[in-house]
DNA sequence: GATGAATGAGTCTTCATTCAT
DNA sequence: AATGAATGAAGACTCATTCAT
């Protein structure tokens, strides 16, 4: 104890703290996508190459950091003008990379989550009026419909490890399975 | 007090073994149903009113026996001829009552599971074929795509808590996205 | 791991239950009186030689230990017949000896105090039977008087390292401050 | 942002140091009546509004701050010419409400402490000799039987949530248990 | 001199798993 | 073959204390 040269983490104060935070995110993203959404919740801490303490202070519980990196995915997609299926698709590879924020976003409680799901019904909003327009889409199809395939393809390529289930699950969401008359 | 006659469930021989495994599934059923997939693996023990050993003998872990459970509701659904509309509206019913058993599946590595998409496979390959022969569903639904679609419904359905979820799950998944040309 | 010799703590089943119970009495008692109430309840667990969860299924929680060693305080002085006088001052050494049971006993919601307390009374009850066939105690001396005596000795001996507290207390007690008529 | 006349807790210089101990006092004060001994120490910094260092700049310890409120309490019973019983109904008052005071007190290795007692023992010293001269109080009353008579008043009172608990001990104490010859 | 975030050690608590009876 | 207590290794969470700004 008491050590001289001491290695690397000294207290660099407030500043840290943005830095902080990008780095428990990104440590999070990843830890969740290796190990599943049971990781420990310390072990972002560690990977962070953060105080147990810091993490605790800038996020709650496993679910708030869950939902912080759903919103930057969210991010990602809010700048592009996507049409219904490559946004299928992306949303499809963001299932796939982190199966676990999805169980974030069902555990959650605290009302975070709903706050996304709106920002994510704006996008598919916007969406759905671009495609309407073109006649690429049901007129009958609604957000709701909408809002639901999504979640439906998330969850069911989240759970299928199988290469092709992302296309053909977006496949048959386009088709459906009624016979066309 | 060390007596002969003995009170309740001191050993009463191989005829517990039964016994004890189908007491042991539903304080299993019941303990997903109530406090999701996460309970400690002793609570079921514990509620079944067997020792902890016994628990061990018959089921190595929880994904263990939340495949029984599992293989208990597939049974219900082997029986009977439904038809594709009523085979999801009961798939979603399961899903929504055991949530949890999904997790099992998703969480199976030991091969157990692969037995159970086998017969859940053939199960809805009776279904297709039944429904082909009367038209009843678009020529080119291939079995994979009515098991793409029975994932899709019953992993949104766990997901969301809302009461109209299924209903309309089903409904997207019978009609598809694109419009009728 | 999957070591050969093994030291010492093998599990030795649960014939060990009731001793396990009696050496976690033990070593709280000890712990109480040489670090105070604070002691970290998993400090008990290691004194005992007893495993960290052996020790939460027999007392949930520090106040519960505490308790149980109050009451085998408790069974100490019921067997005996002894004066006021001596009543006290045996309290005072037990106060003085582990200082700590005060607050455990003070910081119980349980009722199990509630429980002491009646039994507490039941002794200092008899006690005064006693002294008052004598005229030993002022007639119009009630046990709520002679509970309050005691505890008041209890807490400042309790609270007063300096050696001759407890007789000084008792003292002021059986005289009062107020001059005889 | 950055400007001139800032909002609110930058630094104020010096002067703010008196307030901001008498800040943290009654923040003190507050949270050991409601929370006991225990209230985490940079609790009191966060209810006076006071940044952490600061805290320890005016007060190493829990205990070092608990003595300062005791002080307050104590200020408060020097400027008055009670008489013994209104003092020890006082006291019982002050420890009804803030237990935790008398923790402090306990815990003290300081030696502050130690200058409480003996301004405790100065004010008892007066209130003995104003009521010796009229002969209200038995003449072998030592200051020393005073003080045990305050501290047993005062710890018991504390540990009794029973409303009439000072009123019956400070009776007691006053009459004794011993019958009057 | 004040601020408030960072640190990491220390506790509490629970759980999967084993074992004597 | 069943029972239920024992074990100890994790993991969650909090707190006293330090430090850059």
Chains 1, 2, 3, 4 share one sequence.
Do not use: C, W
Not at 54 to 71: E, M, T
Request: hydrophobic fraction near 50%; charge should be neutral.
């Amino acid at each position: 104890m008491s050590g001289t040269g001491d290695t690397s983490k000294r207290n660099r104060g407030p500043a840290a703290a943005a830095e902080n935070r990008r780095a428990l995110i990104q440590a999070a993203r990843e830890l969740f996508a290796e190990r599943g959404f049971a990781v420990p919740f310390s072990a972002i801490a560690r990977r962070a190459g953060v105080g147990q303490a810091s993490l605790y202070r800038h996020f709650p519980d496993k679910v708030a950091i869950g939902i912080a990196v759903f919103d930057e995915n969210l991010a990602l997609l809010e700048g592009e003008h996507l049409r219904m299926r490559e946004f299928l698709e992306r949303i499809a590879d963001q299932a796939r990379a982190s199966t676990s924020l999805l169980e974030a976003l069902v555990a959650d409680r605290s009302g975070a989550a709903a706050e996304l799901q709106t920002r994510l019904r704006a996008i598919i909003g916007g969406i759905l009026d671009r495609e309407r327009a073109e006649g690429a889409l049901d007129a009958r199809v609604s957000v709701d419909d909408a809002v639901a395939a999504v979640s439906m393809v998330a969850f069911h390529v989240a759970a299928t490890p199988d290469e092709g289930a992302a296309a053909h699950a977006i496949g048959l969401i386009e088709r459906g399975l009624m016979p066309r008359p």
